[in-house]
């Protein structure tokens, strides 16, 4: 069965602290993902990487970054969290073929 | 217009009953399909996956694509009050190789069984 972790199911920061959500795959997945997930808006791609260190643009990267350092290992960082990043962020991934993504449980974030 | 829009909803159904929910998306060189169900405070869990034309079916699941009509449906057969969830379309688009398994997701429906 594919695993994917995430770090925390719960997270609380205040406005312009520097937020770190960690996501773990133990199924040597190429690519990886991470979205947010609103309500009304639906899950929206943040960023993506198909290989360590290699990262792509998702819909709405503005306020966000992201490290992969190594293959089962992807980060997302909020270099001075808002109160508008108060949101689920979900964490996924899959092989390059076949393309099926695997969730892991999401981190709810609150920004204070 | 949107990339994979769903039947809005709210869909409600008693038990027994069959469910459809449809999914229309706009790239016609679309490759792959996938419908998640997704319970309340929970994550997307996959139910099926499709990538050729026609039927596939699993227990009471079955997914159907029509390439030609740019269309993709999940029918819940004797649907159950635990089939209560939002359901999401997915669609991997065609970006000519490089969309890294990237997919574009449809609003959800949600979907209520009752007894």
């Known amino acids: 069965d594919v695993k994917v972790t995430q770090s925390s199911r719960y997270l609380v920061k205040r406005t312009g602290e520097k937020v770190f959500l960690e996501c773990v795959q133990d199924m040597d997945h190429e690519n990886m993902f991470w979205y947010r997930q609103d309500p009304g808006l639906g899950l929206r791609l943040i960023y993506f990487s198909y290989d360590v260190k290699m990262k792509e643009k998702g819909d709405i990267p503005e306020g966000y970054s992201v490290s992969r350092e190594k293959k089962e290992r992807f980060s997302l960082i909020l270099e001075s969290a808002s109160t508008n990043q108060t949101s689920m962020y979900l964490c996924?991934?899959?092989?390059?073929?076949?393309?099926?993504?695997?969730f892991g449980p999401g981190t709810r974030l609150t920004v204070l | 217009q949107k990339e994979v829009e769903q039947n809005s909803g709210p869909l409600s159904v008693p038990e027994g009953a069959i469910a459809s929910l449809n999914c229309t998306y706009s790239d016609r060189g679309s490759q792959s399909f996938f419908w998640y169900r997704q319970y309340s405070g929970k994550s997307p869990e996959l139910i099926m996956s499709?990538?050729?034309?026609g039927d596939k079916e699993d227990g009471r699941f079955t997914a159907q694509l029509n390439k030609a009509s740019q269309y993709v449906s999940l029918l819940i057969r004797d649907s159950q009050p635990s089939d209560s969830a939002t359901y999401l379309c997915?669609?991997?688009?065609?970006?000519?190789?490089?969309?890294?398994?990237?997919?574009?997701f449809g609003q959800g429906t949600i979907l209520t069984v009752h007894p």
């Open positions: 997915a669609v991997k688009m065609d970006a000519g190789g490089t969309s890294y398994g990237k997919l574009t």
């Open positions: 996924a991934s899959s092989l390059a073929t076949p393309d099926t993504q695997y």
């Open positions: 499709i990538y050729s034309n």
